[in-house]
């Protein structure tokens, strides 16, 4: 616990040393990383813990270190400009070979957790990124990471949790479905965990089942008056489906903001928001607090049926439904400069 205060103090400053050049970056983060050294072993002498914690131990101290040294090429030149990677020293990622990618003691720790993915994304990121559009290359980078967790590790059990971490977090973040369909294809020739346990699998699943063209499943909402109803029986134009979640008042605010105005310039959609948040007090009093005009309100009463059935595990997602109920746009979102292009 220590040890991990000492990291978060460090993220704080962190953020100005990325726009250091090489050596001086490299200074200081060494010094930092000596002094979490000597800590470490003061503490090691004073406790005497035994080799099976001490794994975790000298974790808390190397992986952080290891994290600032993969995301500083990335992030400088994001922030500045500069590609500093020829000015690395040669022996720069040298320690990448010390680490035990295939140890399952690590899988649950989250230091190397977030080293492994920051490494991942250095190491599987186009450079030839102008060749391609922003969800396409998002699609080959992905596609890489996977590959290259597939040669690094070698233990099966951790390499399907990485892959699953992987395809959880493109999953999550990409709205092209025919590069979702593209990247699944790719996971699943790889990845050997078939259980019916397996997320992704289940999310696969639903996104195979939100084809454009395909009637849309039905779900059960909670309504404002607390009944259950089918989602299929509320579809009786071609409607907007969007979400929402108390939690993310940001959101909440711009998608609403966001939805009444096209509903002005779209008057033959009908415009449905449907809250994801765990519970319905919640939904109901934010109804009390917010001013929603003549968007129509539901709640999800069951998200695993919604995770499974629309592949919803988030609430920057918004569907385009027809009003025979069939899908015309199942992953794209409101905010995104081309959405109106399907409502025409």
Request: charged share 30%.
């Amino acid at each position: 616990m220590e040890m991990y205060l000492r990291n978060e103090k460090e993220k704080n400053k962190i953020f100005d040393v990325l726009d250091y050049e090489a050596p001086k970056f490299l200074s200081y983060i060494n010094k930092v990383n000596a002094d979490n050294i000597a800590f470490y072993k003061s503490k090691k002498e004073e406790i005497k813990w035994n080799d099976e914690f001490d794994v975790y131990a000298q974790g808390m101290y190397l992986f952080p270190h290891y994290t600032r040294k993969e995301i500083y090429p990335i992030v400088h030149k994001m922030r500045t400009g500069n590609d500093v990677s020829k000015a690395l020293p040669k022996d720069y990622y040298d320690f990448r070979k010390t680490i035990d990618f295939s140890d399952e003691k690590m899988t649950d720790f989250s230091p190397f957790v977030m080293y492994l993915n920051y490494m991942l994304n250095n190491v599987g990121s186009i450079h030839y990124h102008n060749h391609f559009s922003e969800v396409d290359l998002a699609l080959k980078t992905n596609v890489n990471k996977l590959k290259i967790a597939d040669t690094l590790i070698k233990n099966e059990k951790v390499k399907n949790i990485v892959f699953n971490s992987i395809a959880f977090q493109y999953l999550l973040e990409d709205q092209n479905m025919v590069n979702n369909q593209e990247f699944l294809k790719h996971y699943y020739k790889i990845a050997t965990d078939k259980s019916k346990k397996n997320e992704i699998l289940k999310l696969g699943k639903a996104i195979n089942q939100l084809t454009d063209g395909k009637k849309l499943p039905s779900v059960t909402l909670l309504d404002a008056a607390g009944k259950n109803v089918n989602s299929s029986s509320l579809i009786t134009k071609n409607t907007i489906l969007f979400f929402w979640s108390e939690e993310l008042n940001s959101h909440l605010v711009a998608a609403h903001k966001k939805a009444l105005e096209l509903q002005k310039k779209y008057p033959n959609y009908e415009f449905i928001a449907i809250n994801l948040d765990k519970n319905p007090n919640t939904w109901k009093e934010a109804l009390t607090k917010y001013t929603f005009g003549p968007i129509r309100q539901y709640h999800c009463s069951n998200f695993e049926e919604i995770k499974n059935k629309w592949a919803i595990t988030k609430v920057h997602r918004t569907m385009i439904i027809n009003k025979d109920l069939t899908i015309k746009n199942g992953f794209t979102n409101m905010f995104d400069i081309r959405f109106e292009e399907d409502l025409q």
